[in-house]
């Protein structure tokens, strides 16, 4: 099978950290999260992956190269100006010859896509989301289906106590190459906006398919990262062929007298200085500097950052390479450079 990542979105939703950092290099617990959707993809046998790229397109193309690192084939969708997630996918509709997968740069799941794909065909549809439950649907379009699953009426955010359903979307899609044709060329057309109500109102074969033992989060936003990340950490969520999240790389150094409690991840070249004291769930990217006696407590820390001697970080992300001065505290923050250095 062939897939598609949309990747091409500027995650404003993550503003500061991706004023400088393109969504899918948005690391999670060392890895960038695209990598891990990669792995997922090949896990299920998916070795042609399509690919938009926009915002930052050069830094991601060189982040992920031919995709042979990932045990895919990547192909780029180099988009001037974005057209939506279904323009987009419209662009590369000489790519696809048969049932395919579209999945979002920022989705970080464990679900069976086979079991979704066997559902797609078993149902003879031309379009089938992935859904999963939600507790709390206020701030989600919820999907409401009939008895075997075919999509009969949306619900955007009801106020709680009207909701119909408690189905929300994961942004997995499994499509039929037919599907394009219903998208027009050239224009901005959005699955959610466009696409899907347009099959729902006409009676497509148009699906969905709840996921009730799956993990599904979207990172793009600080407490949705924080949770996902977390979840990693703490092994609530193992993702399919990824590397294991927690730990200390043996690149790292640790100066005397450091101090690590509960789960943390811990990058290359990575120095800890002396007296430093980590409580996870914590992650420390690579290239980072800690100075001594400084307080890490439940927070992210980018790739090249530098913590300054007795600063204090707790419940924070800070974002690629900055630097937070010796003696500072930083709680409860999302601190980030908002502009590229000279030279970049």
């Known amino acids: 099978m062939k897939a598609m990542v949309l990747a091409g979105g500027l995650s404003t939703r993550l503003y500061p950290l991706t004023k400088t950092v393109p969504k899918p290099l948005v690391p999670v617990a060392g890895e960038p999260n695209t990598a891990h959707v990669l792995r997922y993809l090949h896990s299920f046998g998916i070795d042609e992956i399509a690919m938009n790229v926009h915002y930052f397109a050069g830094a991601i193309e060189q982040a992920f190269g031919d995709g042979s690192r990932f045990g895919v084939r990547l192909h780029y969708l180099n988009e001037p100006a974005l057209l939506g997630s279904a323009g987009a996918v419209k662009q590369m509709e000489g790519f696809f010859d048969d049932t395919f997968v579209v999945i979002g740069c920022d989705d970080l799941t464990d679900a069976r896509l086979d079991h979704v794909v066997a559902f797609h065909r078993q149902r003879g549809a031309i379009a089938t989301i992935g859904l999963i439950e939600a507790g709390d649907v206020t701030e989600y379009g919820v999907v409401i289906l009939d008895e075997r699953g075919k999509i009969v009426d949306f619900q955007e955010k009801p106020a709680k106590g009207t909701e119909r359903s408690h189905l929300v979307n994961t942004g997995i899609y499994v499509f039929e190459p037919a599907l394009l044709q219903r998208i027009p060329s050239g224009e901005f057309f959005d699955f959610g906006k466009n696409v899907f ?51 200390v790389s043996p690149l790292a150094i640790m100066r005397d007298g450091v101090h690590i409690e509960g789960p943390i991840h811990i990058g290359r070249g990575t120095d800890i200085g002396s007296g430093v004291r980590i409580l996870g769930p914590s992650v420390l990217g690579n290239g980072v500097l800690v100075g001594d006696g400084a307080v890490v407590e439940r927070s992210i820390i980018w790739d090249a950052c530098v913590i300054g001697a007795g600063a204090v970080l707790r419940d924070s992300i800070v974002g690629a390479s900055y630097d937070v001065a010796p003696g500072a505290s930083v709680i409860d923050r999302v601190v980030a450079n908002e502009s590229q250095p000279a030279g970049n």
């Open 197 to 247: 109500p347009a099959l729902q109102q006409q009676g497509a074969p148009f699906y969905g398919m709840a996921l009730p033992d799956a993990y599904w989060c979207d990172i793009g936003t600080p407490a949705e990262y924080r949770r996902a990340t977390n979840d990693l950490l703490t092994g609530r969520l193992r993702l399919r062929g990824a590397p294991k999240a927690e730990g």
